[in-house]
């Protein structure tokens, strides 16, 4: 059979995240990402971060957070996890606000009501 499977895709992106990983380059972060494919063929993203960069996620939740009056430096709760903001996605009208663990590697997304709730004046559970 020469056409991929989802399984074989999921294994595939591992191996290479696993390959970049133990090349050691310095100064920068490597991510599989994505992946498209339409019969034996696929696409994979990859996105390099140099060390200390700030993503457009990380730029857009100052700009916003800022405007706003969000506190950044805020832990809030969902699910009995403790949560602070990490990004902010100007792309997702209905819920940009990314949230993530503290411990942990859980992430969420939030609406401007619910990041209001828990980083504006008063924090409440979700």
């Known amino acids: 059979m020469t056409d991929y499977t989802g399984q074989e895709l999921r294994e595939l992106r591992q191996t290479l995240q696993s390959a970049l990983d133990k090349a050691g380059i310095a100064g920068i972060t490597i991510a599989v990402g994505n992946c498209g494919y ?68 859980s992430k969420w997304k939030l609406t401007d009501q619910q990041a209001k709730r828990m980083f504006g004046k008063e924090e409440t559970v979700i």
Request: glycine letters at 12%.
């Open 38 to 105: 339409l019969g034996g063929e696929a696409t994979f993203k990859v996105k390099v971060t140099k060390k200390g960069a700030t993503s457009a996620e990380e730029r857009n939740l100052e700009r916003m957070a800022n405007s706003l009056q969000f506190d950044t430096t805020k832990v809030g709760t969902i699910n009995g996890q403790l949560v602070k903001l990490i990004g902010y996605n100007i792309k997702a009208s209905k819920m940009p606000w990314q949230v993530g663990a503290i411990t942990g590697d």
